[in-house]
């Protein structure tokens, strides 16, 4: 079927990638990734046609294209640059999987990608800025017709560090940010994390999400403050895109629900941390191409048993 005429329930933008990824269990040299595809697979398990937003080089494999479609993920905002080699990345994880080193960040076909929102698209209300070039989350911005509902934003230490003034500005238009715990102490200089949550909520984001890996993550907004663990996993292969598969998770949640309250913002970033959980058991995006419906629900209800007690106060 073409779906080239679909109008997707939520935008994704963010980069589409090979990457080379070393962890304390094993070694690929060349495996598909990026946040765009990790972000859209995860979303594409709560709402239909997710579209990406990206470009890749001809040397991208086609099969992996034809699965992002078979997840109903539109691609017509994916440009595919001739004679261009695809955006690269290397890293390696250290022994604990918490942290890890970049080895190499090739932007390739993306150092000179100018991003153009498919005119039926802009009028989306759910926009996910994956992690990507800010002056290109920008671009993508300043293409909608209309403000979406809701904008959810992702970024990494790459563009804190070279990227500060851009990324500043697509802070001031966004609704949700979504990072690491590192990468929030790094963007405000602030060691603690309430402190670090009460700075960047001060630079534009309504709500901000902190990631911390195996740790859980919180959820700050005005003065509240969620925090929801990660699940204890038996086997943890690979974190990487664990936390695109969140922002993926949780924005797809919450274009699939159309509620931004609070209150369900708490349940999205437990459908974000359920999709993340599955992200890190094999290398790159592999277990996310084929998950059932009730293999996602044991995920939530392990959070629910996971999170749930009865404790009696004293007056
Ligand atoms: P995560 O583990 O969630 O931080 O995401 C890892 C994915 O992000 C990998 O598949 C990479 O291709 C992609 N990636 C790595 N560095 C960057 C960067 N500087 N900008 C955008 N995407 C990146």
Redesign the pocket.
Known sequence: MNNNNLCPSLIIV??????A?ETPFGKVDK????????AALSASYYTQYPGIISVIGDDFNRDFLLDLENHNILLHGLEIKKGGKS???S?RYRADMNS?D?LA?E?NV?ATFTPVVPDHWRRCAYLLL????PSIQNAVLNQMEERPRIVVM??????IESAMEDLKKVLKRVDVLAI?DEEARQLSREYSLVMAARKILDMGPRYLVIKKGENGALLFHEKEVFFAPALPLEEVFD?????????GGFTGYLASTGDTSFDNMKRAVLYGSAMASF?VEKF??ERLLNLTRSEIDDRLRQFINLTQFDIQLTE
């Open positions: 963010g980069t589409v990638a090979y990457d990824i495996v598909v990734g990026g946040a765009a595809s990790y955006f690269f990345w890293g890890r970049t960040t932007l993306l994956g992690n990507l070039m992702d970024t990494m230490n790459f563009w690491n974190p990487t895109g664990a936390g695109d598969t969140f922002a992200c790159g995006p």
